[in-house]
């Protein structure tokens, strides 16, 4: 059964922290290369950070150095920590699996991280 399971969004001031969570399933995380991806409104969905079975990450340049994505492959979760945010991160959040396979068609709810003051 797939299973995608985002969690941890929410409203908080230019500057602020927020740790996002995603509980997988074990069919889509084992031995993929899981991402967190997002879609702010009007905008196509975007992947944000990716990280491999075995822990190399990638991040698109506008979050380098502010975000930083990690997995639990005992627990099947990916978490994103996110500091200095910023209003232009506001969008809603969703994990996928990334890498040469792209997501899957099934997406989770999201989460949504809303930036401002």
């Known amino acids: 059964q797939v299973q995608l399971v985002e969690s941890g969004g929410g409203l908080v001031q230019p500057g602020g922290s927020l740790r996002l969570s995603c509980a997988a399933s074990g069919n889509i995380f084992r031995l993929n290369t899981m991402g967190w991806y997002r879609q702010a409104p009007g905008k196509q969905r975007e992947l944000v950070a990716h990280i491999t079975n075995g822990g190399s990450t990638t991040y698109v340049d506008s979050v380098k150095g502010r975000f930083t994505i990690s997995r639990d492959n005992g627990k099947n979760t990916v978490n994103l920590q996110m500091n200095s945010l910023k209003p232009e991160d506001t969008a809603v959040y969703y994990c996928?699996?990334?890498?040469?396979?792209?997501?899957?068609?099934?997406w989770g709810q999201g989460t949504q991280v809303t930036v401002s003051s």
């Open positions: 996928n699996r990334a890498g040469p396979l792209g997501p899957l068609r099934y």
